[in-house]
């Protein structure tokens, strides 16, 4: 039989068609798991990872903000959407006065679901600057052979766990269901690997290979070091991303206005107040993205069974690669996104 263009699905069928053919896990409910290529990811967020693989191009000069969910993604997009901005846009009026980091910093992840979308982000003027919760094995090519400069923020898993819980119990409510699925379970799930964007593991040695063996193009944070010393980690962003303090702005104090924008305190007040519905997919509210908390809250949800389990498989995972997860800091106000 003869095909006419108007019988070939599109690839948007396709896609959507693949995705449900892909293994299921509703352990998450009401997010449901897909395995894609190795590693279980949000359903939500597939349609959007294929299209970025296949049509993303990305430029030499784009910036990529990457992390596994819940390690510090917004304050990450805060502080560099602030030091990159900061000639085009006064503090007193500033968009983080009125809007959310994740709405000045879009999500590779998810304006990927629509062409549409893709073209827009194409149109950017550069240097763009993105993010993306995908490990850096699922990377568009572009991504991987371009040369554009990673910004990587991890945090400790088992802080990102309880985060992680929290945030679901907020996506439950949000989507107007009651069961939350128990801490216990979740806790199984994240030791299994069975979580959105897959192993916490895995996702952060992605990123730590590439700065090893392209030194110089990836930065890579540690979100306690970033709350134990906000003025460093600030400075280092802007230096790696070509937009250094200059010793007149070190002199007004621009970095402390910056960490002042961005502080905790400032941007969930903001998120409380207008308590409206972003994305991803219009289920978050703006406040969903904060939670009152410090390093070390794990010690109020793990047994010390849990906490020397998940100890032991960090230290087994990474063994033998120079990093670690855990350091003391001292107890301070954190940032869950």
């Given at each position: 039989m003869e095909n006419t263009e108007e019988s070939l699905p599109t690839d948007q069928e396709f896609h959507h068609d693949l995705v449900s053919s892909l293994p299921l896990e509703e352990g998450m409910s009401p997010v449901r798991l897909r395995k894609y290529q190795g590693v279980w990811m949000s359903e939500y967020f597939l349609v959007g990872t294929m299209n970025a693989q296949r049509y993303f191009k990305a430029r030499p000069t784009d910036i990529l903000l990457a992390s596994y969910p819940k390690c510090g993604?917004?304050?990450?997009?805060?502080?560099?959407?602030?030091?990159?901005?900061?000639?085009?846009?006064?503090?007193?009026?500033?968009?983080?006065?009125?809007?959310?980091?994740?709405?000045?910093?879009?999500?590779?992840?998810?304006?990927?679901?629509?062409?549409?979308?893709?073209?827009?982000?194409?149109?950017?003027?550069?240097?763009?600057?993105?993010?993306?919760?995908?490990?850096?094995?699922?990377?568009?090519e572009s991504i991987k052979g371009c040369g554009c400069r990673l910004i990587y923020v991890c945090r400790e898993p088992k802080d990102t766990l309880v985060s992680r819980w929290?945030?679901?119990?907020?996506?439950?409510?949000?989507?107007?269901k009651s069961e939350v699925i128990p801490f216990e379970k979740m806790f199984d799930m994240f030791c299994d690997d069975i979580m959105?964007?897959?192993?916490?593991?895995?996702?952060?040695?992605?990123y730590w290979n590439e700065k090893t063996q392209t030194p110089g193009r990836v930065l890579f944070l540690k979100y306690e070091e970033m709350l134990e010393d906000p003025m460093g980690a600030l400075t280092r962003l802007a230096e790696f991303m070509g937009c250094p303090f200059t010793e007149e702005e070190l002199r007004v104090g621009v970095p402390a206005e910056i960490v002042n924008l961005c502080s905790f305190g400032n941007l969930r007040d903001l998120a409380v107040q207008q308590n409206r519905r972003i994305s991803p997919g219009g289920i978050m509210t703006t406040e969903s993205y904060y939670r009152k908390g410090a390093v070390g809250d794990w010690r109020n949800h793990l047994s010390p069974e849990m906490a020397e389990k998940l100890d032991q498989i960090t230290a087994t995972k990474l063994q033998g690669t120079g990093l670690t997860l855990e350091r003391p800091v001292s107890e301070t106000t954190a940032m869950d996104a």
């Amino acid at each position: 039989m003869e095909n006419t263009e108007e019988s070939l699905p599109t690839d948007q069928e396709f896609h959507h068609d693949l995705v449900s053919s892909l293994p299921l896990e509703e352990g998450m409910s009401p997010v449901r798991l897909r395995k894609y290529q190795g590693v279980w990811m949000s359903e939500y967020f597939l349609v959007g990872t294929m299209n970025a693989q296949r049509y993303f191009k990305a430029r030499p000069t784009d910036i990529l903000l990457a992390s596994y969910p819940k390690c510090g993604t917004t304050w990450l997009k805060a502080l560099a959407f602030a030091t990159m901005t900061r000639i085009r846009h006064s503090f007193a009026c500033h968009p983080l006065h009125r809007l959310n980091p994740h709405e000045c910093v879009p999500l590779l992840d998810e304006i990927s679901g629509s062409l549409e979308s893709l073209s827009e982000i194409d149109t950017a003027s550069d240097p763009r600057l993105i993010s993306t919760h995908l490990p850096f094995s699922l990377l568009p090519e572009s991504i991987k052979g371009c040369g554009c400069r990673l910004i990587y923020v991890c945090r400790e898993p088992k802080d990102t766990l309880v985060s992680r819980w929290h945030y679901h119990g907020k996506i439950v409510t949000n989507m107007g269901k009651s069961e939350v699925i128990p801490f216990e379970k979740m806790f199984d799930m994240f030791c299994d690997d069975i979580m959105p964007s897959g192993s916490i593991w895995e996702h952060v040695l992605g990123y730590w290979n590439e700065k090893t063996q392209t030194p110089g193009r990836v930065l890579f944070l540690k979100y306690e070091e970033m709350l134990e010393d906000p003025m460093g980690a600030l400075t280092r962003l802007a230096e790696f991303m070509g937009c250094p303090f200059t010793e007149e702005e070190l002199r007004v104090g621009v970095p402390a206005e910056i960490v002042n924008l961005c502080s905790f305190g400032n941007l969930r007040d903001l998120a409380v107040q207008q308590n409206r519905r972003i994305s991803p997919g219009g289920i978050m509210t703006t406040e969903s993205y904060y939670r009152k908390g410090a390093v070390g809250d794990w010690r109020n949800h793990l047994s010390p069974e849990m906490a020397e389990k998940l100890d032991q498989i960090t230290a087994t995972k990474l063994q033998g690669t120079g990093l670690t997860l855990e350091r003391p800091v001292s107890e301070t106000t954190a940032m869950d996104a």
